[in-house]
């Protein structure tokens, strides 16, 4: 389901000797002396073979690539990066999505790092048909005004450029603060709309025929219902109340296995956005979760409720991230298949 472009020849290797059977492939490795005759076996081989049943799958490092995937993931932003990756990560998420001959950006991180980021990797942005925010904390909107300003340079340069829809929560620009900081997103929707085409909705929106915004998330069980602490929330006419995260959303994209959750900080509690995503779709199937979670010191009860509700889902793979501690990541892979995300990571369904 996944694969990752910049891997190195020892990854390959790792593929290679743990995921092909050396005594059904029945060949002779000793005359094997370049990365490039590794990648050729492992292309042909892979090619000839399906595994665990998934017709048409290449085994691939922490899951599986389909040869006729419909949707792309590329970790442009995480607090995670890997070695012998020559790209940077910070507090914040940013992942671009391509499906149906559309590019999707999904939160902008903490800064303009996305951008460098997605250079580096050859990625250019400025096509973009649709810009989603999860919610409006500066850690996944902080790299709005980047955004606007590299989209003015690519017009600048008489390069092709599209006005991408920005799609969120109504209350996705409204000031908020925590402990008396501002947390909120430092553009504001008047400023966006100068820069974008807003779609701004607490309903369902659907950006292709699989892909859809889910708008506001029920929140349905009493285990991940939130506590706002010292958060609060001004309304645009001026009244402040406490902050109960309604503008936190997520993505839900039909697989034909399943469905593929894509959210930023799951506030709304990812087993009420998995749940509320299943309605919407009409798939009680679950294929993946990718995002971050949430989970950073979660109370005994909601870690082990979570835990059980996610395995009961029986996922093909978990990729639990960004506000995910790593407690709580070993807490869920004693449950469920997780697997790693990080910056430069590509995932394909």
Not at 265 to 280: K, L, P, Q
Request: charged residues 25%.
């Amino acid at each position: 389901m996944h694969v990752s472009p910049w891997r190195n020849s020892h990854e390959y290797l790792y593929i290679l000797f743990t995921h092909f059977s050396l005594k059904k492939l029945k060949m002779d490795f000793s005359f094997i002396g370049s990365l490039k005759e590794y990648l050729y076996i492992t292309r042909i081989y892979a090619s000839t073979r399906s595994f665990s049943g998934k017709k048409n799958l290449i085994s691939s490092y922490g899951g599986y690539f389909t040869m006729t995937s419909r949707i792309s993931l590329t970790v442009l932003v995480d607090n995670t990066t890997f070695m012998d990756r020559d790209f940077c990560g910070e507090t914040g998420l940013s992942f671009l999505l391509e499906t149906a001959g559309k590019k999707i950006l999904f939160d902008t991180g903490l800064s303009g790092l996305f951008l460098a980021n997605a250079e580096k990797m050859g990625t250019g942005l400025g096509d973009l048909d649709v810009l989603v925010l999860s919610h409006g904390h500066i850690d996944h909107t902080g790299g709005l005004a980047a955004l606007a300003r590299y989209l003015g340079y690519v017009k600048a340069e008489g390069r092709h450029r599209r006005v991408p829809v920005l799609v969120a929560h109504p209350r996705c620009f409204w000031k908020k603060e925590k402990e008396g900081r501002k947390n909120g997103s430092a553009v504001s929707e008047t400023e966006a709309r100068r820069q974008f085409a807003v779609n701004l909705s607490d309903k369902p929106v659907w950006i292709t025929d699989d892909l859809v915004f889910l708008g506001e998330i029920p929140r349905q069980f009493a285990f991940e219902r939130m506590d706002p602490g010292k958060r609060l929330i001004h309304h645009p006419d001026g009244t402040t109340e406490s902050d109960h995260l309604l503008d936190d959303s997520a993505l839900a994209y039909r697989s034909p296995e399943g469905i593929v959750i894509i959210t930023g900080c799951s506030h709304a509690g990812i087993c009420n956005i998995t749940e509320y995503a299943r309605n919407v779709c009409g798939e009680p199937n679950v294929r993946d979760i990718i995002g971050g979670f949430h989970l950073i010191r979660p109370e005994p009860e909601r870690m082990k409720k979570t835990g059980e509700y996610l395995q009961d889902l029986h996922l093909s793979a978990l990729h639990a991230c960004h506000c995910t501690s790593l407690p709580a990541k070993i807490a869920l892979a004693d449950r469920c298949p997780l697997q790693e995300v990080g910056v430069g990571m590509k995932f394909a369904w």
